[in-house]
């Protein structure tokens, strides 16, 4: 994308004398008026090169816009060879939005940022403008991370700054959008209705055909200029092609050493027909773009390599190739619609029929990742341990690592405790030979998940000090790396394990810090867990009606999020803090909800606490039977699955309740 510029000193001559240009016109006036008054919107204008200049011209000089400022983000085919990437050509386009010096404007633009987006969408900005960073979290960040606040930053400055004057954006090109402009694109259509600000994007009529880049939700407004001529507009040439030329330009591209290089080589090659250079340079920009956190690229790279790679004789070596583009088409593709687990199934299958079993083990390891995500255990156990077994035939300690992790997690969240703790003692036996390393994405350090997540068995096993051990030296080993989703899981499982073991009061200042951590770097898969540790921790130390808030507040933001996986624990936790403001009939209701939805799930540890709250609040109730028969139940999985906290409190409320 090229550098967006300001397109007030354009001179595009007179504008042509239609009834349709007039009406275009009229339209995206009074939808500058509308904005003025706070009242934005999103206009999706199809029309021919020469037509488009001559409508931005018209506007940029009409009367309505004097007092808008104008941005103009071209989008190209290919990324500018040398230039800004997407977010920072907007980000520096964005400076004549502020009158005054260059240094001025920027600090300007990043304390917009701040101001609509907090701090960290602050810093953001202030890395693309490239101002140096004020803030230490920032650098704890992992690059997914980063590119969500640098999204957000953009769109929470430009919405500031619409407070002071209108903004007219001006997006030519929109076929062609790519990269993290389309999210940052997303983000500004969720907000245009209530902001001075209108979004004007212009489509090539060729691209209608074959539509491409960012997509305007149903809301935009659509407006349609007919060619010139008034008949159809061609697609400009397309579909004639001189390999020569391609050839010609491939070759003075191996010669550059520019990044953005490797996009125009796969652009390129399958014109010029050299399919295996195809397939090698759209391999190399799918993994580019995967690093640089921009997945929708990725996706479109990998897809392109496999075309390519259809087009090449079967040999061994490509059928490996196949299988490693699957595999990164499964880190890539989007989870909830499935493509992800279809492609990581296929990669599979592939390498299972070749009897490549490193590549196997690779698939299989990722599986366990989706099928947590999908929150299916049995199913992270099952490709998790076929998964173990042969990365400990090939002797691969650091993929040991990174799947006893990922079982050991399984293990601790099905309720197997003592299994779990076998697994992720061999993971952190592995962790001293040199193996320690990050997992893939915004998870912690592989030593502070083991040793977290082993805090939280130990607990559960009854030994209250050496989880509390484990969960300092966790919390320990964050601080120290700086990084920041470490932090949270550590100080989670140091609050959880001090409420495993009844130290309430040890809880709250760690489950205060991770509610900090995860709100500031919107760790959005922890927040409901982390608000609902802390609510149960304050209602336990007193506070009732804060507590009460912050876990009905979880269980809210977890059902807004879609994540079911915390919602068992996050129920017992409201069960127990209505029993205790004196609210039997909703302990119950939410105990009995937390115990079918953790059974269902396959969370026998879950189930097991949710079935002594239901006990406790069906004797409140006077329903002793039933209460005896829930806690009969919890006694049960308490005594298979080694949990001698609840075990212990299955007894005592046996002897001072229900004998009573």
């Not at 010029?272 to 956190?293: K, S, T, Y």
């Not at 897809?303 to 088409?329: C, F, K």
């Not at 009905?552 to 209505?578: D, N, V």
């Amino acid at each position: 994308m090229a550098q967006p510029r300001s397109v007030a000193q354009d001179d595009a001559g007179a504008p042509p004398d239609g009834a349709a240009f007039r009406r275009a016109l009229a339209d995206i006036t009074d939808a500058l008026h509308r904005a003025e008054e706070g009242i934005g919107s999103i206009l999706s204008l199809t029309a021919a090169d020469g037509e488009a200049r001559c409508m931005v011209g018209a506007l940029v000089h009409s009367p309505v816009a004097a007092g808008f400022g104008i941005l103009r983000w071209p989008q190209s085919l290919l990324p500018p060879l040398g230039g800004p990437d997407d977010l920072e050509a907007v980000a520096l386009g964005m400076l004549p939005l502020i009158d005054g010096p260059s240094d001025e404007a920027r600090r300007g633009i990043a304390l917009a940022a701040e101001r609509g987006g907090g701090e960290l969408a602050g810093e953001a900005v202030r890395g693309l403008l490239g101002l140096p960073s004020l803030q230490p979290l920032w650098l704890g960040l992992d690059g997914a991370q980063r590119a969500e606040f640098q999204v957000e930053g953009l769109a929470a400055a430009l919405l500031d700054l619409c407070y002071e004057r209108p903004v007219l954006i001006v997006v030519e090109n929109a076929q062609w959008t790519r990269g993290l402009t389309g999210a940052l694109l997303d983000a500004l259509g969720n907000t245009v209705e209530d902001a001075r600000l209108c979004l004007l994007l212009i489509r090539s009529p060729a691209s209608c055909e074959q539509p491409g880049g960012w997509m305007p939700p149903d809301t935009a407004r659509c407006i349609v200029l007919p060619a010139p001529d008034g008949g159809p507009v061609g697609a400009n040439g397309a579909g004639r092609n001189d390999p020569t030329t391609h050839i010609a330009l491939l070759n003075a591209l191996r010669h550059d050493r520019r990044p953005e290089r490797i996009e125009w080589m796969a652009h390129h090659a399958p014109l010029a027909g050299d399919w295996a250079l195809a397939c090698a340079c759209a391999r190399h920009a799918g993994r580019r773009a995967e690093a640089e956190c921009r997945p929708a690229d990725a996706v479109r790279h990998y897809m392109d390599s496999l075309a390519a790679l259809n087009r090449l004789p079967e040999t061994g070596r490509h059928a490996q190739r196949r299988i490693d583009l699957w595999t990164a088409l499964a880190r890539t593709q989007s989870l909830p619609d499935g493509s992800a687990m279809r492609a990581a199934e296929t990669a599979r299958m592939l390498a299972e029929d070749l009897g490549d079993h490193l590549r196997v083990a690779r698939a299989l390891s990722l599986l366990a990742t989706l099928h947590w995500v999908g929150a299916d255990l049995p199913a992270v156990r099952r490709t998790g341990m076929q998964a173990l077994r042969i990365w400990r035939q090939i002797q691969s300690s650091g993929q040991q690592v990174q799947t006893l992790i990922k079982l050991g997690r399984g293990l601790t969240e099905e309720g197997r405790f003592r299994h779990a703790d076998t697994v992720l003692r061999a993971a952190a036996v592995l962790t001293t030979r040199g193996e320690t390393c990050r997992l893939h994405g915004p998870t912690a350090l592989a030593s502070v998940c083991i040793a977290a997540h082993r805090a939280r068995c130990r607990a559960e096993l009854g030994e209250p000090e050496e989880a509390l051990g484990l969960a300092r030296a966790a919390l320990a080993q964050a601080e120290d790396s700086g990084h920041a989703a470490s932090c949270a899981l550590a100080c989670l499982h140091l609050g959880w394990a001090a409420l495993t073991g009844q130290r309430y009061v040890v809880a709250v200042e760690p489950l205060k810090q991770a509610v900090a951590i995860t709100e500031t770097i919107r760790l959005h898969a922890c927040q409901p867990l982390v608000l609902g540790a802390l609510g149960y921790a304050l209602v336990r130390t007193g506070a009732l009606n804060d507590g009460a808030s912050l876990l009905l507040g979880s269980r809210e933001h977890a059902r807004m999020l879609g994540i079911r996986r915390h919602e068992p624990q996050i129920l017992i936790w409201i069960a127990e803090a209505a029993l205790l403001s004196g609210q039997p009939e909703d302990a119950v209701r939410n105990a009995r909800d937390a115990a079918e939805k953790a059974a269902a799930a396959g969370r026998s540890g879950d189930e097991a606490w949710a079935r002594l709250a239901l006990a406790r609040g069906l004797a409140a109730k006077g329903d002793s039977a039933l209460a005896r028969q829930s806690l009969e139940a919890a006694a049960r999985i308490a005594a298979q699955r080694s949990m001698a906290p609840l075990l212990t409190q299955c007894t005592d409320f046996r002897r001072t309740v229900i004998s009573a």
